[in-house]
């Protein structure tokens, strides 16, 4: 059974941080590029950051220089993070991870997730101000 276990998410006063993990079983992030999504009540979801096989990383124009996307090795399935801070409310959403070969932006979420070969379940993140 291979699956991704997402965690980290919780509310926080703006200005705050939090660290997202997702946790691969079954399987290795290694293998893969992957990637965080999020998508807020009532508005589309977003692609915010990736790292790509090749060590390409990408973060949304909105949380460059405050998030910081990594994974660590250390770990046997090498678990994806992603480290948030200076959180605004405009963060708030419930936040995803995605493992595949290529991380598409987000058009549509219930159609991304069927493309997308591993999906960690989604995590909440409240921003208050």
């Known amino acids: 059974d291979m699956r991704m276990a997402v965690s980290g998410g919780r509310s926080v006063q703006a200005g705050g941080s939090l660290t997202l993990s997702c946790t691969p079983s079954?399987?290795?992030?290694?293998?893969?590029?992957v990637g965080w999504y999020r998508q807020a009540p009532g508005s589309e979801c977003e692609l915010v950051s990736t790292?790509?096989?090749?060590?390409?990383?990408?973060?949304r124009d909105s949380v460059k220089g405050r998030f910081s996307i990594s994974q660590d090795p250390t770990k046997n399935t090498n678990t994806l993070y992603l480290q948030m801070t200076n959180l605004k409310p405009e963060d708030t959403g419930m936040y995803y991870c995605?493992?595949?070969?290529?991380?598409?932006?987000?058009?549509?979420?219930?159609?991304?997730?069927?493309?997308?070969?591993?999906w960690g379940q989604g995590t909440q993140v409240t921003v208050s101000s």
């Open positions: 790292t790509m096989l090749d060590g390409y990383k990408f973060y």
């Open positions: 079954g399987f290795t992030t290694d293998d893969w590029d």
């Open positions: 995605a493992a595949d070969l290529g991380i598409p932006y987000c058009r549509d979420l219930p159609e991304l997730r069927a493309r997308i070969k591993f």
